[in-house]
């Protein structure tokens, strides 16, 4: 028989394992929701139609599309198949994805209930995306993403107070990142800089992987896509900037002194940087113009967060997108938006070992009890307990004492309820630390305190 097993680039994940990423969720929900935001879900496939031509063409690649049910290749005539033409016959054979990212069915939930929603609307989902990517450390085909966007509002306020949550939320988690910021309009300067307005789509998509493949590896890309050798030439100082974030808009003011659109992105840093003056950001804001993040959809500024302490991807991104909503027929409407990728900073917890003692949410206490009356006297006295907020649980098997305590040891169960003859005759229980080896008889009215001043 064959060995069972799941398929490359996903996990499964232990009840501890669960209650670390739990402990991640709720540290993120948490700052959402001190922030303003409100959560919301969608599902997780969406019409193809809503998903493709919004990541730009290597994104579409990566979407894994669903078969339609029922004889999904009936309809197919024996000439359409021969021709092996994959993306004729996807159209044909599949109306369906699971969703890539949070935010394109972000922008279809808010033009679907535009008339139920008030504006500026905040909004956060904690949910799973897939990718049909190359596994590799750090990058998985299922991963949950953690985003919390606002639309409705031009405000740079917005991106200032994304900033502040990425901080809080990795304050909170101990983690040592630095935020990297640019913007697609300084991305859109350069581009008219070099003579190459109109190939931004790809010049973006090459330099976002500078950091990965380095200069000659861009350059080598941006060769095959027909950018003259001139403008790559006029790209790589660009890339290649060194000092304070002053420092470089001052550099970036002079050279795309013609450029209006270059100019407006480096006033829309600026300003965001302006608020970071009055209201401390602990986390260190790095100005990086080979920052890219290559989504089609951002037209202003472009955040993403790395860890310091760990070699992982990015952990968090995201940037101002004007035009998303557009695409579904609703106009005008701009937003701006960052995702924490929940899978990576497991990760980086993990290797760091950051965990706090108290975040998983373990059994406390479990009752062992000998025979039938000593599992109904139990009982009762297992209801008061879980009232008073303490986790437990009761052996429901008459084994031997051995293989209770070895089950609780198994399960890092701190303390042991022993209930057997004498402990029934007086209305008592005999508590067991299975740190310390300690064992008290208690009274079971008594049992709640005793339980709380061990913990103490």
Known sequence: MQKPSIPKGTRDFSPDEMAKRNYIFDTIRNVFHLYGFKQIETPAMENLSTLLGKYGDEGDKLLFKILNSGDFISDISDDELLQKNSAKLTNKISEKGLRYDLTVPFARFVVQNRDKITFPFKRFQIQPVWRADRPQKGRYREFYQCDADMIGSDSLINEFELL?????????????????????????????????????????????????????????????????????????????F??????????????????ETGLKGIEEIETILNYTKNITINSEIEVDLTLARG????????????????EIGSITGGGRYDN?????????????GISFGADRIYDVLNQLNLYPENSVNKTQLLFAAFGKDELNYCLPALKKIREAGINAEIYPEHAKLKKQLSYADANKIEFVAIVGENELKNNTVSLKNMITGEQNEVKTDDLINAIINKQN
């Open 164 to 240: 502040q949550i990425i901080d809080e939320v990795f304050r909170r988690l101990k983690i040592n990142v630095i935020i990297k910021l640019n913007n697609r309009k300084i991305l859109s300067g350069i581009a008219e800089f070099i003579g190459e307005p109109q190939r931004i789509a790809d010049i973006t998509v090459a330099i976002d992987k500078f950091d990965k493949i380095g200069f000659d590896n861009v350059k080598k890309e941006l060769e095959e896509k027909n950018i003259s050798r001139k403008a790559i030439n006029k790209l790589q100082p660009f890339l290649q």
């Open 242 to 259: 060194r000092g304070a974030n002053t420092k470089k808009l001052s550099v970036l003011k002079n050279i795309l002194s013609d450029s």
């Open 295 to 310: 989504l089609n959809y951002y037209t202003g500024a472009i955040i993403e967060v790395k860890a310091t302490d760990v």
């Open 324 to 336: 998303l909503t557009g695409v579904f027929g609703m106009e005008g409407v701009s937003g701006v």
